[in-house]
């Protein structure tokens, strides 16, 4: 059973960081391509930013490029989302997502349960 | 950026009745649209990929066509738990991989 479980959300003041973490299992994760996806309250759905399966090639949504660093640890089957210089608009709660394989341009197919992360003085 | 509109933006409809969402591309995406289905509090999950493909364990009620840039989702036969918000996406060539507005479902 594939299982992605995201840690490290909370509240964070304006221009503070954050780093979102998401380990996987039940998959050979190095085999496939993740995704970031966002949502803030009662809104709908973003994608923020996407990593092949080796980690050598990342891709970020405009609102979030030279703030967010996307990164993988396929010995850990672990994700990360640093988040720097945040702002109230970061406010959301952050997915992390399967591709269906190891291309960045594809489907999501499984997603956890979401973090909650909060800007706000 | 490709964007994606989504119509209607909310939908009442009863049990038993057939509805269709549809989802139109700003440029030809060909056929890599995916259709999510998330309800409240609770994660999305993935309905159709590559504009007619359906999950596995997705019912056969659920079908999806187009390619291009008009795109459409069909529940041939609304069950209670189908009432949800339902989105598109697309999957094409560069990102961001941008969503649609949403549709919500709800009971008529």
């Known amino acids: 059973e594939v299982q992605l479980v995201e840690s490290g959300g909370g509240l964070v003041q304006p221009g503070g960081s954050l780093r979102l973490s998401c380990a996987a299992s039940g998959i050979t994760f190095s085999h496939f391509a993740m995704t970031w996806v966002r949502q803030a309250p009662g809104k709908g759905l973003e994608w923020v930013s996407g990593i092949s399966g080796s980690g050598t090639s990342a891709y970020y949504a405009d609102s979030v490029k030279g703030r967010f660093t996307f990164s993988r640890d396929n010995s850990r089957d672990t994700l990360f989302l640093q988040m720097n210089s945040l702002r109230a608009e970061d406010t959301a709660i952050y997915y992390c997502?399967?591709?269906?394989?190891?291309?960045?341009?594809?489907?999501?197919?499984?997603w956890g349960q979401g973090a909650l992360v909060t800007v706000s003085s | 950026d490709i964007q994606m509109t989504q119509s209607p933006s909310s939908l009442s409809a009863s049990v038993g009745d057939r509805v269709t969402i549809t989802c139109r591309a700003s440029?030809?995406?060909?056929?890599?649209l995916n259709w999510y289905q998330q309800k409240p509090g609770k994660a999305p999950k993935l309905l159709i990929f590559?504009?007619?493909s359906l999950q596995s364990g997705v019912p056969s009620r659920f079908s999806g066509s187009g390619s291009g840039t008009d795109f459409s989702l069909t529940i041939s036969s609304l069950q209670p738990e189908d009432f949800a918000t339902y989105y598109c996406q697309h999957s094409y060539s560069n990102p961001p991989y941008t969503f649609g507005q949403g549709t919500k479902l709800e009971i008529k």
């Open positions: 440029q030809s995406i060909s056929y890599y």
């Open positions: 590559t504009a007619s």
């Open positions: 997502a399967k591709n269906r394989d190891e291309a960045v341009a594809g489907t999501i197919d499984y």
